[in-house]
């Protein structure tokens, strides 16, 4: 089965850095990959995502890059704020079929320092 | 919005007691699965329907265990023993063939 492996499993940065997390995937069938940012006692929220067809997607001060080739792909959080700490998941799945099942990454916890 | 409805939001039992959570996906969904997400980890899948059907419980305990989706719509997790390490955030999520996938808001499991 697909294989999600997340790093770092934290990261410590000061408000207005950028922050980078990353993703390696193992099943070459993967064609979908979300990030959630999840707050404590929260269910993960969707924040970006990217389907295989598509090298780098952005949103604001959020940005996902993907290498199928290599299978990897990348969280990218520009101008970081305070309200971005949480811990932010990655996930990959075979999507438009009956199966969509997300296999998760460890998680990596952000904090933002003002 | 439409959003996948979970109850209760917590849930507090015993050891080797009985305990249920619901499920109620978003409608035209007709796939819904339940993960378990253990404090510090990432969710982890427990159980995937296809409409009433179980398409995946390869990491279900079935001994203590059981999901169903008797009418294809809503869906009943239940653990029967509980036991201490089943304490959990438990999701429920729905997509329609993988797409537009979406978590409730969990139900926070305590077993003492």
């Known amino acids: 089965g697909e294989n999600v492996e997340q790093h770092p499993s934290t990261l410590s940065v000061q408000e207005g850095d950028s922050a980078v997390i990353k993703c390696t995937y193992s099943?070459?069938?993967?064609?979908?990959f979300p990030w959630y940012k999840q707050e404590l006692g929260k269910r993960p929220q969707l924040i970006i995502d990217?389907?295989?067809?598509?090298g780098e997607k952005k949103d604001q001060r959020i940005a996902v890059t993907l290498n199928k080739t290599a299978k990897h792909f990348s969280l990218h959080i520009t101008e970081t704020q305070p309200e971005d700490s949480a811990v932010y998941f990655c996930a990959a799945s075979i999507s438009g079929t009956s199966y969509g099942k997300l296999t998760f990454g460890q998680g990596t916890i952000l904090t933002v320092h003002p | 919005e439409a959003e996948v409805a979970q109850s209760p939001r917590y849930k507090i039992t015993e050891k080797s007691q009985a305990v249920a959570f619901w499920c109620d996906p978003i409608?035209?969904?007709?796939?819904l699965y339940w993960y378990r997400q253990i404090l510090g980890q990432g969710p982890e899948l427990l159980v995937q329907?296809?409409?009433?059907?179980?398409?995946?419980d390869s990491q279900l305990p079935k001994d203590r265990f059981s999901a169903e989706r008797l009418k294809g719509v809503d869906s009943t997790l239940k653990i029967q023993p509980a036991e201490l390490g089943d304490s959990a955030m438990y999701l429920c999520?729905?997509?329609?063939?993988?797409?537009?996938?979406?978590f409730g808001s969990g139900t926070r499991l305590t077993v003492v």
């Open positions: 409608s035209g969904h007709a796939t």
């Open positions: 329907f296809q409409d009433e059907s179980v398409v995946d």
């Open positions: 099943d070459s069938a993967s064609n979908y």
């Open positions: 999520a729905s997509s329609y063939l993988g797409r537009g996938y979406t």
């Open positions: 990217i389907r295989s067809n598509v």
